[in-house]
Protein backbone atom coordinates (compact mmCIF):
# COMPACT_ATOMS: atom_id res chain seq x y z
CA UNK A 1 0.00 0.00 0.00
CA UNK A 2 1.14 3.55 -0.53
CA UNK A 3 2.45 5.54 2.16
CA UNK A 4 1.40 9.09 2.91
CA UNK A 5 -1.79 9.63 1.39
CA UNK A 6 -4.21 11.48 2.94
CA UNK A 7 -6.95 9.92 5.18
CA UNK A 8 -10.11 9.73 4.29
CA UNK A 9 -12.77 9.53 5.93
CA UNK A 10 -15.48 5.86 5.14
CA UNK A 11 -19.08 6.74 4.70
CA UNK A 12 -20.66 8.25 5.99
CA UNK A 13 -18.17 11.21 5.71
CA UNK A 14 -18.28 14.53 7.39
CA UNK A 15 -15.70 15.72 5.31
CA UNK A 16 -14.23 15.29 1.90
CA UNK A 17 -17.98 14.95 1.02
CA UNK A 18 -18.47 14.37 -3.02
CA UNK A 19 -21.95 15.49 -4.97
CA UNK A 20 -22.57 14.09 -8.15
CA UNK A 21 -24.65 15.10 -10.57
CA UNK A 22 -26.69 12.91 -12.51
CA UNK A 23 -28.48 14.72 -15.63
CA UNK A 24 -30.17 11.58 -17.20
CA UNK A 25 -28.79 8.25 -16.15
CA UNK A 26 -29.99 5.50 -18.19
CA UNK A 27 -31.00 2.45 -14.89
CA UNK A 28 -27.72 0.59 -16.28
CA UNK A 29 -25.67 3.21 -16.34
CA UNK A 30 -26.86 4.02 -12.50
CA UNK A 31 -25.95 0.68 -11.83
CA UNK A 32 -22.39 0.97 -13.63
CA UNK A 33 -21.46 4.15 -11.41
CA UNK A 34 -22.43 2.54 -8.32
CA UNK A 35 -20.83 -0.58 -8.96
CA UNK A 36 -17.13 1.55 -10.20
CA UNK A 37 -17.26 4.48 -7.14
CA UNK A 38 -20.89 4.44 -5.30
CA UNK A 39 -17.65 4.23 -2.11
CA UNK A 40 -16.74 7.72 -3.24
CA UNK A 41 -20.34 9.13 -3.98
CA UNK A 42 -22.39 10.95 -0.68
CA UNK A 43 -24.77 12.78 -2.47
CA UNK A 44 -26.49 12.01 -5.82
CA UNK A 45 -28.29 14.67 -7.15
CA UNK A 46 -31.12 14.44 -10.05
CA UNK A 47 -30.61 17.54 -12.01
CA UNK A 48 -32.68 20.43 -12.07
CA UNK A 49 -35.89 18.82 -13.12
CA UNK A 50 -35.09 16.02 -14.78
CA UNK A 51 -36.50 13.34 -12.26
CA UNK A 52 -39.71 15.15 -12.91
CA UNK A 53 -39.46 13.59 -16.64
CA UNK A 54 -37.69 10.88 -16.84
CA UNK A 55 -39.38 7.61 -16.04
CA UNK A 56 -36.69 5.44 -14.14
CA UNK A 57 -36.42 8.15 -11.35
CA UNK A 58 -37.71 6.16 -9.05
CA UNK A 59 -35.91 3.59 -9.47
CA UNK A 60 -32.34 5.12 -9.88
CA UNK A 61 -33.47 6.38 -6.13
CA UNK A 62 -33.43 2.82 -4.87
CA UNK A 63 -30.55 2.14 -7.05
CA UNK A 64 -28.58 4.75 -4.88
CA UNK A 65 -29.74 4.51 -1.70
CA UNK A 66 -28.96 0.73 -1.57
CA UNK A 67 -25.62 1.83 -1.83
CA UNK A 68 -25.33 4.32 0.97
CA UNK A 69 -26.10 7.31 -0.93
CA UNK A 70 -28.11 9.92 0.07
CA UNK A 71 -30.54 11.27 -2.98
CA UNK A 72 -32.72 14.66 -3.56
CA UNK A 73 -33.69 16.51 -6.94
CA UNK A 74 -32.44 19.66 -7.68
CA UNK A 75 -33.32 22.72 -6.13
CA UNK A 76 -34.57 23.97 -9.24
CA UNK A 77 -37.52 21.62 -9.16
CA UNK A 78 -38.55 22.90 -5.73
CA UNK A 79 -38.46 26.37 -7.21
CA UNK A 80 -40.90 25.48 -9.69
CA UNK A 81 -43.33 23.93 -7.15
CA UNK A 82 -42.93 27.09 -4.81
CA UNK A 83 -43.68 29.31 -7.04
CA UNK A 84 -46.46 27.92 -8.20
CA UNK A 85 -47.85 27.57 -4.38
CA UNK A 86 -47.18 23.68 -4.10
CA UNK A 87 -45.01 22.81 -1.58
CA UNK A 88 -47.40 20.29 -0.06
CA UNK A 89 -47.24 18.78 -3.32
CA UNK A 90 -43.73 18.76 -3.65
CA UNK A 91 -43.33 16.89 -0.33
CA UNK A 92 -45.53 14.30 -1.57
CA UNK A 93 -43.50 13.77 -4.88
CA UNK A 94 -40.33 13.58 -3.20
CA UNK A 95 -41.54 10.86 -0.82
CA UNK A 96 -43.07 8.93 -3.85
CA UNK A 97 -39.29 8.99 -5.46
CA UNK A 98 -37.73 7.71 -1.93
CA UNK A 99 -35.68 10.72 -1.40
CA UNK A 100 -34.24 11.00 2.15
CA UNK A 101 -32.31 14.76 1.33
CA UNK A 102 -33.71 18.14 -0.36
CA UNK A 103 -31.79 21.01 -1.70
CA UNK A 104 -33.30 24.32 -1.19
CA UNK A 105 -32.20 26.86 -3.63
CA UNK A 106 -33.37 30.34 -4.86
CA UNK A 107 -31.59 30.55 -8.01
CA UNK A 108 -34.15 31.36 -10.59
CA UNK A 109 -36.84 32.91 -8.40
CA UNK A 110 -36.61 35.30 -5.62
CA UNK A 111 -37.58 34.26 -2.22
CA UNK A 112 -37.47 36.51 0.61
CA UNK A 113 -34.63 35.29 3.45
CA UNK A 114 -37.19 34.62 6.12
CA UNK A 115 -38.93 32.51 3.72
CA UNK A 116 -36.17 30.29 2.48
CA UNK A 117 -35.43 29.64 6.23
CA UNK A 118 -38.70 28.74 7.23
CA UNK A 119 -38.97 26.29 4.09
CA UNK A 120 -35.61 24.80 5.42
CA UNK A 121 -36.86 24.64 8.89
CA UNK A 122 -40.01 22.56 7.66
CA UNK A 123 -38.31 20.36 5.70
CA UNK A 124 -35.20 19.75 7.78
CA UNK A 125 -37.74 17.89 10.39
CA UNK A 126 -37.71 15.09 7.54
CA UNK A 127 -34.73 15.26 5.83
CA UNK A 128 -31.01 16.14 5.18
CA UNK A 129 -31.34 19.80 3.86
CA UNK A 130 -28.39 21.12 1.12
CA UNK A 131 -29.43 24.81 0.50
CA UNK A 132 -28.00 26.95 -2.58
CA UNK A 133 -27.04 30.12 -1.59
CA UNK A 134 -25.87 32.07 -4.96
CA UNK A 135 -27.99 33.17 -8.31
CA UNK A 136 -27.85 31.32 -11.57
CA UNK A 137 -28.50 34.36 -13.55
CA UNK A 138 -24.47 36.04 -14.15
CA UNK A 139 -26.36 39.24 -14.10
CA UNK A 140 -27.15 39.25 -10.50
CA UNK A 141 -24.23 40.05 -7.71
CA UNK A 142 -24.14 39.33 -3.90
CA UNK A 143 -21.57 40.95 -2.11
CA UNK A 144 -19.12 38.43 0.15
CA UNK A 145 -21.58 39.88 3.16
CA UNK A 146 -24.65 38.69 1.55
CA UNK A 147 -22.83 35.33 0.98
CA UNK A 148 -22.07 34.57 4.19
CA UNK A 149 -24.92 36.12 6.09
CA UNK A 150 -27.10 34.04 3.78
CA UNK A 151 -25.10 31.01 4.81
CA UNK A 152 -25.09 31.00 8.31
CA UNK A 153 -28.44 31.86 8.34
CA UNK A 154 -29.71 28.76 6.52
CA UNK A 155 -27.28 26.68 8.54
CA UNK A 156 -28.88 28.08 11.98
CA UNK A 157 -32.21 27.10 10.53
CA UNK A 158 -31.45 23.64 10.01
CA UNK A 159 -29.69 22.91 6.74
CA UNK A 160 -26.85 20.07 7.23
CA UNK A 161 -24.90 22.01 4.74
CA UNK A 162 -24.81 25.22 2.60
CA UNK A 163 -24.20 24.37 -1.49
CA UNK A 164 -21.94 27.57 -3.25
CA UNK A 165 -23.54 27.90 -6.49
CA UNK A 166 -21.48 27.61 -9.74
CA UNK A 167 -24.02 25.45 -12.12
CA UNK A 168 -23.10 22.92 -13.97
CA UNK A 169 -21.52 25.06 -16.19
CA UNK A 170 -19.14 26.41 -13.64
CA UNK A 171 -19.19 29.52 -14.82
CA UNK A 172 -21.72 31.83 -12.39
CA UNK A 173 -22.00 32.13 -8.22
CA UNK A 174 -18.45 31.67 -6.73
CA UNK A 175 -16.92 31.46 -10.44
CA UNK A 176 -15.86 34.21 -13.03
CA UNK A 177 -17.31 33.93 -16.73
CA UNK A 178 -14.21 32.30 -17.45
CA UNK A 179 -14.18 29.54 -15.06
CA UNK A 180 -12.01 30.76 -12.90
CA UNK A 181 -12.55 31.01 -8.78
CA UNK A 182 -13.71 34.39 -7.50
CA UNK A 183 -10.51 34.24 -4.75
CA UNK A 184 -11.99 37.33 -2.58
CA UNK A 185 -15.61 35.65 -2.17
CA UNK A 186 -14.28 32.08 -1.73
CA UNK A 187 -11.67 32.93 0.90
CA UNK A 188 -14.26 35.49 3.01
CA UNK A 189 -16.85 32.81 3.10
CA UNK A 190 -13.91 30.23 4.76
CA UNK A 191 -12.89 32.53 6.59
CA UNK A 192 -16.11 33.13 8.56
CA UNK A 193 -18.29 29.63 7.20
CA UNK A 194 -16.91 26.15 8.90
CA UNK A 195 -15.37 24.71 5.85
CA UNK A 196 -16.89 21.00 6.78
CA UNK A 197 -20.58 23.21 6.13
CA UNK A 198 -19.85 24.19 2.61
CA UNK A 199 -20.05 22.22 -0.76
CA UNK A 200 -18.55 24.17 -3.43
CA UNK A 201 -19.54 23.31 -7.00
CA UNK A 202 -16.66 22.59 -8.88
CA UNK A 203 -17.55 20.69 -12.20
CA UNK A 204 -14.25 21.58 -13.90
CA UNK A 205 -10.82 19.62 -13.15
CA UNK A 206 -9.21 22.85 -12.84
CA UNK A 207 -11.76 23.92 -10.14
CA UNK A 208 -11.68 21.11 -8.30
CA UNK A 209 -7.71 21.21 -8.25
CA UNK A 210 -8.19 24.83 -7.18
CA UNK A 211 -10.10 23.99 -4.15
CA UNK A 212 -7.88 20.76 -3.18
CA UNK A 213 -4.90 23.51 -3.15
CA UNK A 214 -6.43 25.65 -1.01
CA UNK A 215 -8.34 23.73 1.40
CA UNK A 216 -7.18 20.01 1.17
CA UNK A 217 -8.31 16.87 0.16
CA UNK A 218 -11.30 16.97 2.67
CA UNK A 219 -12.82 19.68 0.68
CA UNK A 220 -16.56 19.04 -0.11
CA UNK A 221 -16.73 19.30 -3.79
CA UNK A 222 -20.24 18.93 -6.01
CA UNK A 223 -21.83 19.05 -9.09
CA UNK A 224 -19.26 16.40 -10.39
CA UNK A 225 -19.99 13.99 -13.55
CA UNK A 226 -21.00 10.91 -13.11
CA UNK A 227 -17.82 9.97 -15.34
CA UNK A 228 -15.50 12.36 -13.26
CA UNK A 229 -15.96 10.77 -9.99
CA UNK A 230 -13.04 8.20 -9.90
CA UNK A 231 -10.10 10.92 -11.23
CA UNK A 232 -11.77 13.77 -8.25
CA UNK A 233 -10.85 10.82 -6.18
CA UNK A 234 -7.19 10.46 -7.60
CA UNK A 235 -7.15 14.49 -7.17
CA UNK A 236 -7.96 14.51 -3.74
CA UNK A 237 -5.21 11.34 -3.15
CA UNK A 238 -2.18 12.95 -5.07
CA UNK A 239 -2.54 10.08 -7.11
CA UNK A 240 -2.83 12.74 -10.80
CA UNK A 241 -0.30 15.36 -11.76
CA UNK A 242 -2.52 18.50 -11.00
CA UNK A 243 -1.82 17.78 -7.17
CA UNK A 244 0.99 15.17 -6.81
CA UNK A 245 3.43 16.71 -4.26
CA UNK A 246 0.26 18.43 -2.32
CA UNK A 247 -0.18 15.82 0.27
CA UNK A 248 3.68 14.50 0.30
CA UNK A 249 5.84 15.62 3.28
CA UNK A 250 8.99 18.45 2.62
CA UNK A 251 11.79 15.03 2.55
CA UNK A 252 10.11 14.00 -0.99
CA UNK A 253 9.74 17.37 -1.89
CA UNK A 254 12.65 16.97 -3.68
CA UNK A 255 11.68 14.87 -6.04
CA UNK A 256 9.76 17.86 -7.70
CA UNK A 257 10.54 19.15 -11.41
Known sequence: M???LPERENKPRSTGVTMVMDKGLGTRQAHDLVETAG??????KLGFGTSYVSKNAKEK?????????????GGTLL?????????????RYIDKLGCDSVEVSD?????????????????AKNFTVLSEVGA???????????????????LDAGS?????????????????????????LIREITRLIPPEKVIWEAPMKSQQTWFIKLLGPGVNLGNIAPAEIVALETLRLGLRGDTFFESLPENLQKYKL
Not at 39 to 44: K, P, S, V, Y
Not at 136 to 154: C, F, I, N, R
Not at 160 to 184: H, L, P, Q
Open 2 to 4: LKN
Open 39 to 44: HLIDFL
Open 61 to 73: VKIYKENNIRVYV
Open 79 to 91: EAFIVRGQLDDYL
Open 107 to 123: GCIRLEKEEKCRIIQRL
Open 136 to 154: KDEGVHLEPSEWTGAMQSE
Open 160 to 184: SFVIGEARESGTVGIYEKNGSADDT
